[in-house]
C-alpha cells in the first residue's frame, strides 16, 4: 500500500497502526513511560509486525498534483502496489484558477490514475460544515466539500456520522454512511469508535 500523507507525518500514522494491529491503547504508545512492561512487549511485537507490511508512507508537506501522479505511477511500476490512500484531497495544491476548479483537476487526475494503473484509490475528503450548526445533521454525497467532481468521479463514497448528544458528547451510535456505490446497494453500517485505539469497530443492532 502507498499512502500520501499531507495531514500526518509517518511516525503519527505508525503509532495508530501500532495502536490498532496489538489493540494497544493510544495513550501507551504516545507515553510508553506509563505502560506496563507487557504492554511495552506488545508494541515492540506491534512494531515487528507492521515494519514487515508493504507499506510505503510519502509524508509531505506541500504536496502537489503532479508530484503525486508521478510518486504514485512509480510506486506501482516498482512495488506492485494494490491500494492507494491520499490523505487528504483538500490538501493537495494544483494550479487552478479558483477552488472549484481546483478540487474538479484533483479528482479527475485521481480517477484517471485508477483507471489507467488499475489501482485502487482511497481519497480523504473533509466535509462542510453542518448547516445551522447542527452536529447531528446526517452527511450525504452532497456534504464533501466541493462536492461535485468528488461526487461524480468516485466510484464509491463512504461518510463517517457520529451524533452527539445534548451536552456535545458522541453517543455511540456510530454509523458508515454507503453514500454511493456504483457495483453495489447503499446504506448504513452500524459501528462504534474506540477513542482509545482510534478505530472503529461493528455495533449490532440493539
Known sequence: MGY???????????????????????????????ASSDIRSQVRRAMATVGRWPLFVAEDGSLSLQKLVAKARLLIRQEKLGLIVVDYVQLISAAAPNERERITKISGQIRALAKDTGVPILAVSQLNRPKDRNQNERPNKFSMKESGSLENDAN????????????????GD??????????????????????????FFERKKA
Request: aromatic residues 10%.
Open 4 to 34: 500520501f500523507s499531507v495531514e500526518m507525518s509517518k511516525g503519527e500514522l505508525l503509532q495508530r497502526l501500532w495502536s490498532h494491529e496489538e489493540n494497544i491503547p493510544f495513550g501507551y504508545i504516545r507515553n510508553p513511560r506509563w
Open 156 to 171: 464509491t463514497i463512504l461518510l463517517i456520522y457520529r451524533p452527539m448528544d445534548d451536552s456535545g458528547r458522541p453517543t
Open 174 to 199: 456510530d454509523e458508515i454512511v454507503i453514500a454511493k456505490q456504483r457495483h453495489g446497494p447503499v446504506g448504513n453500517e452500524l459501528v462504534r469508535f474506540n477513542s482509545e485505539t482510534m478505530t
